[in-house]
């Protein structure tokens, strides 16, 4: 007689207990949101920082072009003196 007296109590702690669960996974939803949206924006700053040091690499690319020429120049100048 007296667990049935208990039932609802029980039954009632259970609604809560649910509802406290459901707020819990809700708000790990949130975290997990938040967490892509992080990593999200950190992929794109990854993108535009190797975007910049492949502009860096190509201007050290035309840099080194330039100064091989330069130096060609220069040869081609102490062979030319060194000639006559």
């Not at 707020?23 to 535009?48: C, F, K, L, M």
């Amino acid at each position: 007689m007296r667990f049935i007296f208990l039932l609802p109590k029980a039954a009632s702690a259970n609604k809560y207990t649910v509802s406290a669960t459901h707020a819990v996974v809700s708000s790990e939803h949130a975290v997990i949101s938040v967490t892509r949206a992080v990593v999200s924006a950190e992929h794109a700053v990854i993108s535009a920082t190797r975007a910049v040091v492949s502009a860096e690499h190509a201007v050290i690319l035309a840099t080194h072009a330039a100064v091989s020429a330069e130096h060609a120049v220069i040869l081609a100048t102490r062979a030319a003196f060194n000639d006559t």
